[in-house]
Each structure stands twice: as C-alpha cells, then as structure tokens.
C-alpha cells in the first residue's frame, strides 16, 4: 500500500519513517492546487494528514496568530478531505483529544461520540475540523493526547515538562509515540472511518513522569508543582491547558492495542535517558 504523509513536522517525520509504503510531503495542505498536484504525482492510496499549528514555543501562539490557526487547521483539512474525497482515497487525520476539558460526563473517560467543550482558539480549530472530517465516508480521525516520545525535541511532552520552572499538578490521558506508529498502520489498512481515541491505557500525572525523569535522566531537576487555575492566574499562560482522560474504546475494538501507560512511560523513559547519555 502507497502511503503520503503531509506534515515535515515531529510526528510527520516519525510516521512516514515507520510507516510501510510511506512518503512524506511538504504541500501546504490548505492550497488545493498543491494537494492535487501531490497525489497526482504519488497516487496513494492512502493519506496520513499530519500537518497542523499548534504554536511556538506552546498553543498560546495560536491565540495571536488566529488567521494562520485557522487555515492551517481548518482550512487544511478540508481541502486535503474535499481532494481525497474526489480520488476515494482513504484519509486519516491526526486529530487533538485536546478538544475535551475536564472530566467526562460518565466515567471511563471522554467517548469518541462526546461532544467537545474547546476552550483555547487552538482547541477550538481542531474541534472544528473533527465535526465536519467525522461525518466523511473515507475520513478517519485519530485523537492524540500529549505526545510522549523516546527521542527528545520541543514537541515532546517529557522535554517540555522538563523545561518548566513550575508545572501543573494535574493528571491526563498520553499518547506514546512508539505505540502509536504500531497502530495507525491497521487503521490505514482497515480504512478505518469516524474517530478514534490513540490513547495508551491508564492515566498519566505530571508529578509522576517528572519523579521518572529525576530517577533515569536527570537526579538534581527541580521543579515546582502549581495547581491547574494558577498556570493563568500566574501568568505562565493566556489560557487554561485541556486536562482529560480518553476512552479509547473503539480502538480496542478494532483489536489495535496499546501498552499500559506505566509499562510504556519506563520504557520510553529509559531510552530517552540513553538518546541524552544517561
């Protein structure tokens, strides 16, 4: 199966060099002479949109750039499914569970059919998006949560964390990189349509994957932890940061698995502390 993945960026790069038959693609996804042109050229059969603004240095970005937010997470996504669509080539879309604040209306955490409560304008574009993408035959969204990666960079929820002074004491649902690039193939291959929640089981909190990074990668990191209302009371940000836990109960019943997240988060731990020579 041919593959083209749009997004040069951390997960863009990480999926097309895991993923089989895979391409990776530059193409402003919201400029629709370039996405024909591209699968024109390529004649997937597949599209991974991994391409997205989610703000330098964090989503606060997006706030004051509104205009480049929006048709880079609206926009985009439209033209890519409109020109799929035209194709019948199958598109999965990475999404955001950021779209969820709080706690779910029933326990298990936030269902796939939920509908979202976005706060932030960057919650808000990739909420609108899913609304139109998951009506779509052809169109699969993949929610991710905080991404949780072995390699260190920006993107990486374990070196953000690490880079802050104080960090809210708060606890979510992850996604684990290595995991993820296990599951999308069988999403790809089943053409799988509507949303899923790629999720690792379990929860994660701050305080417990900071004390993790103490033990395996740094011993002398310090860090203040600070109660959820504080991050904008304190002005460390413009808006209140989506804190969730997903029920990734569709995923599960395609067969696609994750490990437990304190299985996964050790590990992945463990070579994160290795890629900085610890």
């Not at 089943?190 to 379990?202: F, Q, S």
């Not at 569709?250 to 698995?257: E, H, I």
């Amino acid at each position: 199966m041919k593959v083209l993945v749009f997004g040069r960026g951390f997960l863009g790069e990480r999926i097309a060099r895991t993923l089989p038959g895979a391409t990776l693609h530059a193409a402003d996804i919201a400029d629709e002479a370039a996405v024909r042109a591209a699968l024109d050229e390529h004649a997937p059969d597949a599209v991974v949109n991994a391409a997205g603004k989610t703000g330098r240095p964090n989503v606060d970005w997006c706030e004051t750039h509104q205009t480049e937010t929006f048709r880079s997470n609206v926009e985009g996504p439209l033209v890519l499914a409109r020109v799929c669509q035209d194709r019948e080539t199958y598109l999965l879309h990475l999404a955001s569970g950021c779209v969820f604040y709080g706690a779910s209306p029933a326990p298990g955490g936030w269902r796939e059919d939920d509908f979202g409560n976005p706060t932030s304008f960057y919650s808000r574009t990739k909420y609108a998006a899913d609304l139109v993408l998951s009506r779509l035959p052809g169109v699969g969204i993949a929610r991710l949560r905080m991404p949780v990666d072995s390699a260190p960079g920006p993107r990486n929820l374990i070196t953000k964390l690490a880079g802050y002074k104080q960090v809210i004491d708060v606890v979510n649902s992850v996604t684990v990189v290595d995991d993820l690039v296990q599951v999308l193939p069988g999403l790809v291959e089943r053409r799988a349509e509507g949303i899923y929640h790629v999720t690792n089981p379990g929860t994660l909190k701050h305080r417990d994957l900071l004390a993790l990074y103490r033990e395996l990668v740094d011993p002398a990191h310090d860090v203040e932890l600070i109660a959820d209302e504080d991050l904008v009371a304190r002005g460390l940000a413009l808006k209140g940061r989506s804190n969730c836990i997903l029920s990734s109960a569709r995923l599960d019943a395609l067969g696609l698995t994750m490990r437990p997240i304190d299985v996964a988060l050790r590990d992945v731990m463990t070579k994160y502390a290795r890629a900085v020579g610890r």
